[in-house]
């Protein structure tokens, strides 16, 4: 199943997923607007996912996540303008779920890292990528949200699940320790 991060168009693929989603769950339908809102937030849920994450394959699973559990919100959720900071929402803790769940299996060597394939990249970009996967996840949650994608603080502790003066204590962290990693190099 492929991650839609761009407009429906119409097309025959286009609509197969759609007719997919909705095989699966018939009661709860997507009406077409509700899937053009969720189209209109992929990108940023995608380039959100890719910073948290660092993994391509692990961000398109989170926006598909994502996605799926908007669809069967839809019918639940009141307010349309909070949409983007519920789906940022969602996707973030699912995000730290799966880390969770993945120290329990295995250990990964911290060294090893991926830079995300793409268009051309200074050299400050790819310093400051290269700071940001030295942060913890939750941390590194916390700056993405709040510096990268634009949530208030507030927002960003929603998003997390923690309080706001936590999420202020983490962003408070990781930039201190960005400025740390930065002037290292």
């Known amino acids: 199943m492929r991650v839609i991060t ?34 209109v937030h992929g990108p940023l849920l995608l380039a959100a996912a890719r910073a948290i994450a660092r993994d391509e394959a692990e961000a398109e ?29 969602v996707q973030t803790r699912e995000a730290l779920r799966v880390v969770r769940r993945l120290r329990r299996t295995l250990r990964l060597d911290p060294e090893v890292h991926e830079l995300s394939m793409g268009g051309p990249e200074t050299s400050r ?31 960003t502790g929603d998003a997390l699940g923690v309080s706001e003066n936590t999420a202020k204590a983490r962003l408070k962290t ?12």
Request: proline residues 6%.
């Open 125 to 155: 970009s790819i310093e400051l990528d290269e700071a940001l996967g030295r942060l913890s996840r939750p941390i590194r949650a916390a700056v993405v949200l709040h510096h990268m994608v634009g949530l208030s603080v507030r927002e």
């Open 61 to 89: 699973d989170l926006v598909q996540t994502t996605f799926e559990r908007a669809l069967r919100a839809a019918p639940t959720i009141r307010d349309s303008r909070a949409i983007r900071a519920w789906l940022l929402t």
């Open 6 to 39: 761009q407009p429906l168009d119409g097309n025959d693929e286009d609509r197969a997923a759609v007719a997919r989603l909705t095989r699966t769950t018939p009661a709860l339908a997507p009406a077409p607007e509700w899937v053009a809102t969720l189209h």
């Open 174 to 185: 990781g930039l201190a320790r960005l400025r740390e990693l930065l002037d290292e190099d």
